[in-house]
């Protein structure tokens, strides 16, 4: 892998969004904590508006991709 992070969407249509918390560490597992800015990207984590991203060199702009979903 070459980068991971979250995203948030704000294209509703192409469901993508840009890069709003990198990942630290690409070693498996990959774990974390971040806090949120504000309660509206709080709001978008809880209503599903975050996803995984893990970029490689064969697929730069992401190999494996990850929606947040609350359950």
């Given at each position: 892998m070459t980068a991971g992070h979250l995203h948030r969407i704000t294209n509703t249509?192409?469901?993508?969004?840009?890069?709003?918390?990198?990942?630290?560490s690409l070693t498996s597992p990959i774990i974390g904590t971040f806090q949120l800015a504000n309660q509206n990207r709080v709001?978008?984590?809880?209503?599903?508006?975050?996803?995984?991203?893990?970029?490689?060199t064969t697929y730069p702009g992401g190999e494996i991709r990850g929606d947040i979903k609350k359950q």
């Open positions: 249509t192409a469901l993508t969004g840009g890069v709003e918390i990198p990942f630290t709001d978008s984590l809880k209503n599903g508006f975050y996803y995984a991203n893990l970029h490689t």
